[in-house]
């Protein structure tokens, strides 16, 4: 049992902060009673901070799995940051020799972040079950159920995995659950009387807009003027790498605004870049892609546009979370032109193998390393032995879920009235109240009215870019 | 990332060039016949400049000078047009200058230790322990960690202050410029790649070729400056030219083991064992090659007649019938006269 005063002191020692943002303190409490623990707080509630703060306390080692390599490495990178360097990440672009150095030392290590598929390798697992583990985490635990099924079978594991490495305390931390989806994470890691810590999803400094546009070159010409207009940083996000590259590109040059790409395919150097001119407001806007995770915390994001529609609602709403979390009025906007759920049910379902691909990949002789996702996908569940009847039912019920999950979306984009109440009723929340300004369906969009319009004298001048004064400020003198 | 700009600069207005030759050295194949047609081009620096170009984009980059009628295609062959060269001659291609440096350290390991050097060292000047330190593999991670506790009492940040100051007075303004914006330090993120390329309204293809001649130069200025805290950061990257198989085998025949003995010590086919040595002929220095064995001065006395005044992409085997030589021989004999040619 951990007391509330040793909470508070850890928490000025390690992050110089006297009080704990809302859900953090009943978290850690929940975790100090040695109570599994199902923590759903808002993007930006400082998620992290609980198992940060609780492996500093237990002084044993905390696992996270985490389903991003992007973002663990960001995490590892901030905790280093924080003065905390005995945190690693065992990650696929490691070597071998790499990975052993890493678990023969693990006692050394009080962080240790691993992806689903990491973790159920025997060898990872040995290790970890070889040291005492303060904490499991399982970070975006909705994955579990929103990806599990057909992008990451391995998270389907982890409750299997969780016992052999002897029950460990457990946090299970998202941004966004519905109350079916709480109910599948707690099912899934066979923990069904989690405590759970829930903060409302709502973000009320958030404005809530959706434009509609019959042609492409119209809303590619409205982004244009969105950018120029809104009070900046912003983020962009687009479904595909090519077309966020394109449109960096194009803002820069339409733009007065300094704007970078921004997606998993950039080298490691670009990505530092970006990253950090973005965090020294050497930028202005990024133009990102859904499936990759920003980990370094901005809290002046004035706007999140998305230029494509997203899957579903959780996705949507867990990024434009990046916005406003310095409670500072903020905006996001989707730009919706028809056909573009197209798009999104294509991506949506392209990892959802067909009757005729799952019958013939499960019944192939030993394609144990095939090149193809969909393979891998219906092998690990050939080899853990699902018949091929529930694998066949569990991906048609997958195909629906995908479906429907596409519709609220859809239904989002076309409802005429209150957006917000919308996605109060769907995350199962609807007690709050409504902020002055909600959303344009109570009132029109009035950029400056929501005080979100760009001054002239907010552009970003960029330092001076002739070597001598690049090499004087390197060093110190 | 070869577009057809790019391409211009491996075309010849005198000859057809094989558009498969171009695109396998760029891959990075090591085919004998590719790296003996990569050196008659005189584009073997390139070799696998470019590791994930496809064939369409190559198809795509000739098509296109084609239909602006700067090229002429016939059987994937492909020269310059007059209007071609002119093109080539008024575009202004970048033209690196140490290029070859790439076939004999692995510069783009160098590069990141190189960098994340300079980002240690900036921050540790201001005394400054909580930043993001780039994102580097593991093992490049290491060896900085090393050579950082290693030196960190030699004054690093004025060392590395003369030193920079040194190689960039050396390059003109414009690279010099190009060269510091890409480096990392104390509030101080550097420009992207892509940043680069925009702000000197370039392609991206030709701001990357840019960078890589840049580090290669670099890299040759620590080899000539010798300094230690700089040629530490070259340890274990500087690499032969020449595979490791090929190595061993040019090594036994350097010490006289007779082709079949080696094929069968080292258990490869005697093709096989042809085919290291053509490699290391072509890859190495004309010194450190032992041609005289294989190729008698007699010998050579006889081919030299035979194609008096003929150019070398003109010579045919047929012409040596009468000397009954094995093709490897004839083509061993090629790269000799190649590698003196450019001497
Ligand atoms: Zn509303």
New binding site residues.
Partial sequence: MISDSQFYQALKQTFGFETFRPGQLEALKALGAGKDTLAVLPTGAGKTLIYELYGFLADQLVVVVSPLISLMQDQVATLSVRGEKRAAALTSMMTYNEKQAVLAHLNQYRFLFVSPEMLSQSAVLTAISRVQLGLLVVDEAHCISTWGPDFRPEYLLLGQIRHLLGDPLTLMATATATDHVKADIKAKLQLPDAEEIILPVDRQNIF?DVEKFEVLADKDERLETLVQQLKKPGVIYFSSKQKADEMAGYLNQKTTCHVAAYHADLDLETRFKVQQQFMLGQLDVICATSAFGMGIDKNNVRFVIHYHLPGDLESYWQEIGRAGRDGQPSIAILLYQPGDEQIAQFLSETTVPEPNEIDYYYHQKAPLAAPDNKANLIWFYRNHHVSLERVLAGFEKRREQRFRALQKMLAYVRISS????FIRSYFDQTDSE?PTH??D??EQLDISALGLEASDNERVQLASTDWQSIVTQLFAH | MLDATQLLRFLSANTPRRLRVIENVLVGKRSVSTLYWGMRYAQLDWLGYDKRLSRTEVDQAAQSLVNDKLAVMADTKVKLTPEGLTTLNATSLYQPQALSVRLTVDISTFWQRFLLAIQVVSEASFENRQYYPLQVPWAVKQTIKRWFHQYREASLAEQFRTFLEAFLTSLPTTQANFLANLLVGHVQPGKTITQLAQTAEMSLAEATLIQTDLVCQLVQFIQQEQAPVFTTLLAGLVNSPVSQSALQTVQAYNQGQSLSTISQRRHLKDSTVREHLLEAAILEPLNAFDYERTLSPALQTKLADIFDQQSIDEWQFDQVAPLSLEFWQFRLYEILRSKQDDQ
């Fill in positions: 809530l209150c957006r917000r109440e409504k909600c959303c369906n109570d």
